[in-house]
């Protein structure tokens, strides 16, 4: 049974809130002092949630520790420090008290708030469904993922519907639908089976209750195969009326039963959706032509334009496309989509993003950034979000972007990772290893964890396990050249030189007939006490503007670089786009400053 690290700052799974002294923490681990929002960090958080739960009985620190940080190894004075920067936070509230040799108590009055029943939404995973042999494997997973999309589309809907990344990443790794509900902590999970006909595909859909893995309700439906999207909004419409117990219908599922669809468009974009997700290059490619064939038959297959922005970045991300390609892709989406469209909002991180990363206008890409604050918190808003914020160098926000998201979707494996990789660049090398232990063992097959895990493992004074790591990506991933410069880097750091230059030797000499990610080269050359070569690769990396560029410039695996001219030109070129951005702000205060004033000359507020 997979059990939920305390790592993640997991809100209250019993759904209470509490009030304590002047303090009131909510179930989703929001703390508040009145109006005044307080904010805690993981750590802080769990801390707290331990003492409520055992309000006026002592925690000991053994207790403490376990429940913070697991079997995971840490020093004798972490209890104490992170008790410590929770009494800050909580000042003036002075309610947890010492008790000598044996442990902390919380000293206030704790009182538990349960919610009415009419404020307490249903927590529901929706499992991806499982499929014949003759239905295609992606239409499970697109039909599960459109069904989430709807649905959480819908403010009326009442139920919480959970994090997609954790339901397919249990599924999986072969946990049942009813484990997989106990795992993410959820009241009700739905899952069923695909199944093809002479000319209909039919759902046959479970839910079933966690508390006891009762079978609550079975719904059927069959459609014709050239309606696939329909079946996806009719299983919408019918977990909202049983949610509900209404006959209200959802105004995105009539929408979307009554538009139009082009079957063969919509195919595509389904199976480009799924394909486009996979970090193996060809399956990439393909889920990318796959999106652009769709919305070449059916231009007003918008969700198809914003999936084509999307993967593009992606591929970009992984190497498998030149930035350059990837921008006028986005672009070209952004321009495809009619601004009085609900979901016209989703290619605004896409597009604030090539603005900073390809443009170099972070002005710019902060006006999109923050059009698109409302989004909710999916899996691409955020891996653009963290990526912002870790290329800016603002490593505390990155970290807090990921734990956040973290807390509401534990089973993520690129969340997991991509949490290490930002203790690394912040420096935080303790927190690095321990994260990214975590992560392999939780997802020891997972591409991004393997890249991150292994990275860090190397430069941590692990090379052997690191080495033993990236020969397992590339013998997977062999058209991965992000896995090549790992494996390359842990060999150096294994003192196997000789291997290490011939890899970047193949991975020069391939730069020479497509677009080769260089921003992760540079480190190995710095370990093979080549510097020139370093920079050379940096170089290159800012001229194809490289998505990676501005994060490897903090990254601490060239600390040796630091005093190099060439290193702290490219450094400058970050602090002139946060200059450029901060007088730009400062313009506009003054220019509101100024209208304000000559609006009310008299300075007498109305």
């Known amino acids: 049974m997979v059990h939920r690290d305390s790592e993640s700052g997991a809100p209250n799974s019993n759904g209470r809130e509490f009030t304590f002294g002047s303090l009131r923490l909510d179930a989703d681990g929001t703390l508040t002092r009145?109006?005044?929002?307080?904010?805690l960090p993981p750590k802080e958080l769990a801390a707290l949630q331990v003492l409520l739960t055992n309000a006026s009985r002592i925690?000991?620190?053994?207790?403490?520790?376990?429940?913070?940080?697991?079997?995971v190894h840490v020093g004798d004075d972490s209890v104490p420090k992170c008790m410590s920067s929770l009494r800050e936070l909580l000042a003036p509230d002075d309610c947890i008290q010492t008790i000598y040799k044996r442990g902390y108590?919380?000293?206030?009055?704790?009182?538990?708030?349960?919610?009415?029943?009419?404020?307490?939404?249903?927590?529901?995973?929706?499992m991806p469904f499982a499929v014949d042999v003759d239905v295609p494997a992606y239409l499970g997973l697109?039909?599960?993922?459109?069904?989430?999309?709807?649905?959480?589309?819908?403010?009326?809907?009442?139920?919480?519907?959970l994090a997609r990344d954790s339901a397919f990443s249990l599924a999986a790794r072969?946990?049942?639908?009813?484990?997989?509900?106990?795992?993410?902590?959820?009241?009700?999970?739905?899952?069923?089976?695909?199944?093809?006909?002479?000319?209909?595909?039919?759902?046959?859909?479970?839910?079933?209750?966690?508390?006891?893995g009762t079978q609550i309700w079975v719904e059927d439906m069959l459609v014709p195969q050239d309606r696939t999207a329909v079946l996806e909004s009719e299983l919408a419409h019918r977990l909202f009326v049983r949610l509900s117990a209404s006959d209200w219908f959802s105004q995105n599922a009539i929408e979307s039963a009554r538009n139009p669809v082009n079957r063969e468009a919509y195919d595509l974009y389904l199976r480009g959706h799924h394909e486009s997700q996979t970090p193996q290059r060809h399956r990439m490619q393909e889920g990318v032509q796959h999106l652009a064939r769709a919305v070449a038959l059916d231009p007003s297959l918008y969700s198809a334009h914003i999936d084509l922005a999307h993967a593009s970045?992606?591929?970009?991300?992984?190497?498998?496309?030149?930035?350059?390609?990837?921008?006028?892709?986005?672009?070209?989406?952004?321009?495809?989509?009619?601004?009085?469209?609900?979901?016209a909002g989703a290619i605004l991180p896409a597009l604030g993003w090539i603005r900073f990363s390809f443009d170099h206008d972070l002005p710019g890409a902060l006006r999109m950034f923050n059009a698109s604050a409302h989004l909710p918190r999916e899996t691409v808003t955020t891996r653009l979000r963290s990526m912002f914020a870790l290329s800016r160098h603002r490593f505390h926000e990155a970290i807090e972007i990921l734990t956040e998201?973290?807390?509401?979707?534990?089973?993520?494996?690129?969340?997991?990772?991509?949490?290490?990789?930002?203790?690394?660049?912040?420096?935080?090398?303790?927190?690095?290893?321990?994260?990214?232990?975590?992560?392999?063992?939780?997802?020891?097959?997972?591409?991004?964890?393997?890249?991150?895990?292994?990275?860090?493992?190397?430069?941590?004074?692990?090379?052997?396990?690191?080495?033993?790591?990236?020969?397992?990506?590339?013998?997977?991933?062999?058209?991965?050249?992000?896995?090549?410069?790992?494996?390359?880097?842990?060999?150096?750091?294994?003192?196997?030189?000789?291997?290490?230059?011939?890899?970047?030797?193949?991975?020069?000499?391939?730069?020479?007939?497509?677009?080769?990610?260089?921003?992760?080269?540079?480190?190995?050359?710095?370990?093979?006490?080549?510097?020139?070569?370093?920079?050379?690769?940096?170089?290159?990396?800012?001229?194809?503007?490289?998505?990676?560029?501005?994060q490897v410039l903090a990254d601490p695996r060239l600390n040796a670089l630091s005093d190099h001219p060439e290193f702290i030109r490219m450094q400058k070129t970050l602090e002139r786009m946060e200059t450029s951005a901060a007088k730009r702000v400062n313009h506009h205060r003054a220019a509101a400053d100024s209208n304000s004033s000559a609006a009310n000359p008299s300075g007498i507020t109305p």
């Open 34 to 39: 009145g109006n005044e929002l307080i904010h």
């Open 313 to 343: 970045i992606l591929q970009a991300f992984c190497g498998f496309t030149s930035p350059a390609d990837a921008a006028e892709r986005v672009r070209h989406a952004a321009e495809s989509i009619p601004s009085s469209m609900d979901r």
């Open 59 to 71: 925690v000991t620190h053994q207790q403490l520790k376990q429940a913070l940080w697991g079997d």
């Open 105 to 126: 108590r919380l000293a206030a009055g704790v009182s538990k708030l349960e919610p009415e029943a009419s404020e307490r939404l249903p927590r529901v995973v929706i």
């Open 405 to 550: 998201a973290w807390r509401a979707d534990p089973y993520s494996p690129w969340l997991s990772a991509r949490l290490a990789w930002a203790y690394h660049l912040g420096g935080e090398r303790e927190k690095s290893v321990a994260q990214a232990e975590r992560a392999l063992d939780l997802f020891p097959d997972f591409e991004s964890v393997g890249i991150y895990g292994s990275l860090i493992l190397a430069f941590n004074c692990h090379p052997e396990r690191a080495i033993a790591i990236a020969e397992n990506l590339v013998r997977r991933s062999p058209c991965f050249d992000l896995c090549a410069a790992v494996h390359a880097y842990a060999l150096a750091c294994g003192g196997r030189k000789t291997e290490a230059r011939s890899i970047l030797e193949r991975l020069q000499w391939l730069s020479r007939e497509r677009f080769v990610l260089s921003s992760f080269t540079p480190a190995v050359a710095v370990v093979l006490g080549d510097e020139e070569g370093a920079i050379r690769d940096l170089k290159a990396a800012a001229e194809a503007h490289c998505p990676w560029f501005f």
């Open 174 to 212: 072969g946990l049942t639908a009813h484990q997989a509900g106990e795992a993410l902590q959820a009241d009700l999970v739905l899952t069923g089976t695909l199944r093809s006909l002479p000319a209909h595909f039919r759902l046959r859909a479970e839910m079933i209750r966690v508390a006891d």
């Open 142 to 161: 697109a039909i599960a993922e459109e069904t989430i999309s709807l649905l959480t589309a819908d403010p009326l809907l009442p139920a919480r519907v």
